[in-house]
Nanobody
Framework: VEQLVESGGGSVQTGGSLRLSCTAS????????MGWYRQAPGNGCDLVST???????YYSHSVKGRFTLSRDNNKNTLYLQMDSLKPEDTAVYYC?????????????????????WGQGTQVTVSS
C-alpha cells in the first residue's frame, strides 16, 4: 500500500529551525515527483518546494534561501529543512507525490483527492 508518513512539526520562535520528514512506503522517492505544500487558515494550498525524479528542485519565492529540500534514497524519505523561520511560515505542511504537472496547478485546498499525501504536520512560529 502506497503511503506517506510525516513527522517533525512543532512550535518554534522566530528565527528557529525545524526539519520535516516524509517517509514513503509502497513506492520509491527517487523515482517519483514529490513536494511540500502548506496551508494556513484562510489561505490556499501553497506550494513550498518540489523535487522531480531527476533531482531538480524548485522553491517558492517565499522560502527560497531559508528552506532546503532533500531526499535520502536509502531511507526512502523526503526532508524539508526549515531555517530562519518566520510567523508567516505557520501552517499545516503536507508532503505529496504527484505528477510534476499537477504541482504546477494552483490549489485552493489540500490535500487533494488524488496522488499520495502525508497526514499533515503543524508548524507554528511565534514572534
Amino acid at each position: 500500500v502506497e503511503q506517506l508518513v510525516e513527522s517533525g512539526g512543532g512550535s518554534v520562535q522566530t528565527g528557529g529551525s525545524l526539519r520535516l520528514s516524509c517517509t514513503a512506503s509502497g513506492f520509491t522517492v527517487d523515482d517519483s515527483d514529490m513536494g511540500w505544500y502548506r496551508q494556513a487558515p484562510g489561505n490556499g494550498c501553497d506550494l513550498v518546494s518540489t523535487i522531480n525524479s531527476d533531482g531538480n528542485i524548485y522553491y517558492s519565492h517565499s522560502v527560497k534561501g531559508r528552506f532546503t529540500l532533500s531526499r535520502d534514497n536509502n531511507k526512502n524519505t523526503l526532508y524539508l529543512q526549515m531555517d530562519s523561520l518566520k510567523p508567516e511560515d505557520t501552517a499545516v505542511y503536507y508532503c505529496a507525490a504527484l505528477p510534476m504537472r499537477d504541482f504546477e496547478v494552483l490549489r485552493a485546498t489540500c490535500p487533494l483527492n488524488f496522488g499520495y499525501w502525508g497526514q499533515g504536520t503543524q508548524v507554528t512560529v511565534s514572534s
